[in-house]
């Protein structure tokens, strides 16, 4: 009996000694070899948002970097209309001041320097009439040389009108011809006017009037070379 007891204490004792040693090695293994946690691969970088943001602009750099033609432009045809002026000061200026010379070519620039003419030549041809109905107010002079003037006008006008046809015609040698004759004509008004002996408004119209003028030949000219 003592025997089974001593043989049923060392099977119970090694039972225990198993279990001991295999709860140990399980803890044991669970500790030097921790967890590890699953991670997700690192986001690769955008390569989309890195081209965006790298590629520079090449529109806005290609508008930034286009010089304006449209000035240089402009300044060289002016320049070249007024080349043959009398006064090349007062014509450059005259044709910057008007918005119409910004968009037309040379052959418009002489164009416009024909309309010119005209309106001032309409508007000094009205103003004579106005002066002709207060024929009181005038001495026998004066009276007599606006009388004249009118009649030269009337010349100037369709003088202008004329050019304006031939030019539209292309016919550039004949604008010379009609806007030769214009000048002459207000040279006249000028001489009958101051045969009067006194200044008047209409001397400084007919001056401006021989300047438009000259300016339309000068451009004319230009155009007629080109």
Same mark, same amino acid.
């Given at each position: 009996?003592e025997r089974?007891?001593? @043989?049923l ?6 039972a ?5 040693t295999?709860?140990?090695h399980? +803890? ?10 699953w991670? !997700?691969?690192a ?5 989309? *948002?890195? @081209?965006?943001? &790298?590629?520079?602009?090449?529109t ?5 970097? !286009?010089?304006? +033609?449209?000035?240089?432009?402009? &300044?060289?045809? =002016?320049?070249? %209309?007024?080349?043959? %002026?009398?006064?090349t000061?007062?014509?450059?200026? +005259? ?5 119409e010379?910004?968009t037309? #070519? ?6 416009? +320097?024909?309309?010119? !003419? /005209? ?7 009205a103003?004579?009439?106005d002066?002709? /109905?207060?024929?009181?107010?005038? #001495? ?9 003037? @009118?009649d ?20 550039a040698?004949d =604008? ?8 002459? %004509? ?7 006017? @101051?045969?009067?002996g006194?200044? *008047? ?12 003028c000259?300016? &339309?030949l000068? %451009? ?7």
């Amino acid at each position: 009996m003592e025997r089974v007891s001593g @043989k049923l204490l060392i099977i119970i004792l090694l039972a225990f000694f198993l279990t001991t040693t295999l709860a140990l090695h399980t +803890t044991g293994g669970l500790n030097s070899r921790p967890t590890q946690q699953w991670q !997700a691969p690192a986001a690769a970088p955008s390569i989309t *948002t890195s @081209k965006v943001a &790298a590629a520079p602009s090449t529109t806005a750099s290609k508008v930034a970097a !286009a010089p304006s +033609t449209t000035a240089p432009n402009v &300044a060289a045809l =002016v320049q070249k %209309a007024c080349q043959t %002026a009398a006064d090349t000061n007062f014509c450059i200026s +005259t044709l910057k001041s008007r918005p119409e010379t910004q968009t037309v #070519d040379l052959h418009g620039l002489a164009f416009l +320097t024909l309309k010119l !003419a /005209k309106e001032h030549a309409g508007a000094s041809s009205a103003f004579i009439a106005d002066q002709l /109905k207060d024929e009181e107010k005038l #001495d026998a002079d004066l009276d007599q040389a606006y009388n004249d003037c @009118k009649d030269e006008y009337d010349d100037v006008m369709a003088q202008i009108e004329d050019s304006m046809q031939a030019f539209l015609a292309k016919n550039a040698r004949d =604008v010379k011809t009609f806007m030769s004759a214009a000048i002459a %004509a207000t040279r006249t008004c000028q001489q009958s006017v @101051k045969t009067g002996g006194e200044a *008047t408004p209409l001397d400084e119209r007919n001056e401006m009037l021989l300047k438009l003028c000259n300016i &339309a030949l000068s %451009a004319t000219i230009a155009w007629l070379q080109h």
